[in-house]
């Protein structure tokens, strides 16, 4: 079963709300949103299968269902994934790949690369920019 379209069930939903009546059914509905009975039964369907099968279902006690389906696809809009950028300062520290690979994979004093190393995601995103950088510097000359 397909999940409806939150702007359908916004639809819906005011016109559930708005009529001051203890008992709607979905050709009441339909006359009132100017939608087919059976497309309302469709998509209603999701939150209870019985509305397709009985036409006097009270359309009403499926308000609660269709608020909460409603704030949860809000929810997930108001969730946005920060990226983290990586900056001219940040990669200033650095002059080179091979300057990269000296200060953040090398045992200290020694100048072995260290296989335990792991480098964090900001730490990825820095050395493939650096070598974006040395790709372009490459194909100017």
Not at 34 to 60: A, H, R
Not at 113 to 141: F, G, M
Request: hydrophobic share 35%; aromatic share 8%; proline share 4%.
């Amino acid at each position: 079963m397909a999940k409806p379209s939150v702007t359908t069930i916004k639809k819906y939903l005011v016109a559930l709300t708005k009529k001051k009546v203890k008992y709607m059914t979905s050709e009441r509905l339909a006359r009132i949103v100017g939608v087919y009975p059976e497309k309302i039964n469709e998509d209603l369907s999701y939150f209870d299968p019985m509305v397709n099968i009985d036409y006097t279902y009270n359309l009403l006690d499926l308000v609660p269902q269709m608020r909460e389906y409603v704030l949860n696809d809000e929810n997930k809009k108001n969730q946005r994934v920060v990226k983290d950028v990586v900056t001219k300062k940040q990669l200033a520290q650095y002059d080179s790949v091979v300057d990269f690979v000296y200060k953040k994979m090398t045992i200290p004093g020694s100048g072995l690369v260290n296989p335990n190393v792991e480098l964090s995601d900001a730490d990825l995103r820095a050395l493939k920019r650096l070598i974006q950088e040395e790709q372009d510097r490459r194909k100017k000359k």
